[in-house]
């Protein structure tokens, strides 16, 4: 089994910054991807920002350039640096893990952070 805790969630004013970061525990495998996905009420949950464990990135065009998703795999822990937060960005961020294991797949999510966009 794989936990995921994250953090560094919050309120910010527009223009500002923020950084989340979550790190894995348990059974992970060594090759595999973290992300991140957002939800705002009455939308559906979005691809924010993804990494390999060989540091291969993609990006929703919405944070192109603002947000920057990384990794260090000796703590097993993703982050995302968000700049120049707009209020479109305000969601519960939600930390995803995923990968195959012998031909099967696996998706574990962490519990999700607000981030609060607003003056």
């Known amino acids: 089994q794989v936990q995921l805790v994250e953090s560094g969630g919050g309120l910010v004013q527009p223009g500002g910054s923020l950084r989340l970061s979550c790190a894995a525990s348990?059974?992970?495998?060594?090759?595999?991807?973290m992300g991140w996905h957002r939800q705002a009420p009455g939308n559906e949950r979005e691809l924010v920002a993804s990494?390999?464990?060989?540091?291969?990135?993609n990006y929703a065009d919405s944070v192109k350039g603002r947000f920057t998703i990384s990794r260090d795999n000796a703590k097993n822990t993703v982050y995302l640096q968000m700049n120049s937060l707009k209020p479109e960005d305000a969601a519960v961020y939600y930390c995803?893990?995923?990968?195959?294991?012998?031909?099967?797949?696996?998706?574990?999510w962490g519990q999700g952070t607000q981030v609060t966009v607003s003056s």
């Open positions: 990494i390999t464990s060989a540091g291969n990135t």
């Open positions: 348990g059974s992970i495998f060594s090759s595999n991807a």
């Open positions: 995803h893990l995923w990968g195959v294991r012998l031909g099967t797949p696996y998706h574990y």
